[in-house]
């Protein structure tokens, strides 16, 4: 009898207590991911569905990898693609050879412990980045008009006015030029990363090098900077994602034929001219669905290339 009662005891015990079910984690999360599948996955699906379509008599009529075939395979359409993705991967390399390292350098700065007026500076260079492309734009042909712009008296009172040129206005110059605005603006986002992880340093490392002899650049580039490859990571692929989505900077500074001849032409004009059209230019939703389509498959497989590559490689440089 002792042993039954013990046993029933027992079995009670290992039978786990049943989790009450949070469905208010479920309300609370409602509002959010109906505003985002609203927003975002819906777009994506339907832009995704009309890729693989054609309008014909004003009826949707299902054509595969037709679209995507006239996009690669007519000369015009083509020339325009791997123009356009041409200068987007120029565009996303004038950030990272000239953003990347010159935020390295100013968080370098600003991390020294004997600095003045670092949280102005950091105020400074980060405010940039709450302005909107649309005004980064139209203040920027303001200063370099050849025209009413401040550039070419600037550059004529310290002498260097022989320096200047229509920079928008030629096709060598022009998506340089919107690169480096660019990066003017978007400066500050990396910064603060590269600043941040710098002061997450341990204070033991960099006494040890000390010991050691290690200071100066020399503990810079043997200590700190390979400890900042994670944030570099981090930062290298949302630059990549934020420049193969741009758009707006080049729409309001050069209109929507990207000139001069096309010279800063990226994939977010492309799309934009293709999908609602421009000038002499009709729209075709299925074709400009065609080119969002490759957009998509371009930032997917690069992203994917980082977490699964990249990513693991970087992560023996954290603590």
């Known amino acids: 009898m002792q042993s039954t009662v013990l046993t029933a005891t027992t079995d009670r015990e290992l039978v786990a207590p049943r989790r009450a079910v949070r469905w208010h984690i479920a309300v609370f999360l409602a509002p959010a991911m109906l505003i985002y599948f609203s927003v975002m996955v819906l777009p994506l699906?339907?832009?995704?569905?009309?890729?693989?379509f054609q309008s014909v008599d004003q009826r949707e009529i299902y054509v595969g990898m037709s679209n995507f075939a006239f996009l690669f395979g007519d000369e015009r359409t083509s020339w325009h693609f791997w123009n356009a993705l041409k200068n987007n991967t120029y565009f996303f390399l004038i950030h990272m050879l000239v953003m990347v390292p010159l935020a390295i350098f100013i968080a370098a700065l600003l991390s020294?412990?004997?600095?003045?007026?670092?949280?102005?500076y950091r105020t400074a260079i980060f405010m940039p980045t709450m302005l909107s492309f649309v005004i980064v734009a139209f203040?920027?042909?303001?200063?370099?008009?050849p025209l009413w712009g401040i550039a070419p008296n600037l550059l004529d009172a310290i002498g260097l006015k022989s320096l200047f040129a229509p920079y928008l206005g030629k096709e060598a110059y022009a998506l340089t030029t919107l690169g480096l605005i660019s990066v003017w603006k978007e400066l500050g986002v990396p910064m603060v990363l590269m600043y941040a992880a710098m002061l997450s340093i341990p204070t033991e490392i960099l006494e040890a090098a000390e010991?050691?002899?290690?200071?100066?650049?020399?503990?810079?580039?043997?200590?700190?900077?390979?400890?900042?490859?994670?944030?570099?990571?981090?930062?290298?692929?949302?630059?990549?994602?934020?420049?193969?989505?741009?758009?707006d900077l080049i729409y309001t500074a050069q209109g929507v034929s990207a000139g001069p001849n096309y010279s800063t032409d990226i994939l977010g004009t492309?799309?934009?001219?293709?999908?609602?059209?421009?000038?002499?230019q009709f729209g075709d939703p299925h074709m400009g669905a065609?080119?969002?389509?490759?957009?998509?498959?371009?930032?997917?497989?690069?992203?994917?290339?980082?977490?699964?590559?990249?990513?693991?490689?970087?992560?023996?440089?954290?603590?």
């Open 45 to 52: 699906v339907e832009t995704l569905r009309l890729a693989f």
């Open 112 to 120: 020294l412990p004997r600095i003045r007026g670092g949280g102005f």
């Open 139 to 145: 203040v920027w042909r303001l200063i370099l008009s």
């Open 211 to 247: 010991i050691d002899g290690i200071v100066g650049l020399q503990q810079f580039f043997k200590i700190k900077l390979p400890l900042l490859w994670p944030s570099v990571g981090v930062v290298a692929i949302l630059t990549f994602v934020s420049n193969f989505n741009s758009f």
């Open 270 to 280: 492309l799309l934009y001219r293709t999908f609602f059209g421009a000038q002499f």
């Open 290 to 319: 065609t080119i969002a389509t490759m957009m998509f498959l371009i930032i997917l497989a690069v992203v994917c290339v980082y977490l699964f590559f990249v990513q693991r490689k970087l992560q023996r440089y954290q603590f």
